[in-house]
């Protein structure tokens, strides 16, 4: 006979951590209310307080590379506009739209 693994969220994880740490139910209260084993839950409990502490840190290359590459998008853009409007006094004058 073969088992077959349930899945669960990471928001259902969240929300289980979240109850343990409140304390105001055991882990092997919070275990059976959801049907899962209290070794599951210590080890969700584990991986959430373990990365706690990289949560509020900023990550300063990602940061720097989005703005770069927002920063490379506005030069585009505006080269873009610089070329179209160009075009358009251009094609204004050839076309006897626009008095000389």
């Known amino acids: 006979?073969?088992?077959?693994?349930?899945?669960?969220?990471?928001?259902?994880?969240?929300?289980?951590?979240?109850?343990?740490?409140?304390?105001?139910?055991?882990?092997s209260q919070i275990a059976s209310q959801h049907g899962l084993h209290p070794n599951q839950i210590s080890q969700?409990?584990?991986?959430?307080?373990?990365?706690?502490?990289?949560?509020?840190?900023?990550?300063?290359?990602?940061?720097?590379?989005?703005?770069?590459?927002?920063e490379e998008k506005a030069h585009e853009l505006y080269a873009e506009?610089?070329?179209l409007s160009t075009q358009l006094t251009w094609l204004k004058k050839k076309s006897g739209l626009e008095p000389q």
């Open 1 to 27: 006979m073969t088992r077959t693994r349930k899945l669960h969220s990471a928001a259902f994880k969240a929300q289980v951590v979240q109850e343990v740490l409140k304390e105001d139910r055991t882990i």
């Open 44 to 70: 969700w409990k584990a991986a959430a307080l373990t990365g706690l502490p990289t949560l509020f840190e900023r990550d300063n290359t990602a940061l720097a590379t989005e703005r770069a590459a927002h």
């Open 81 to 83: 506009i610089g070329r």
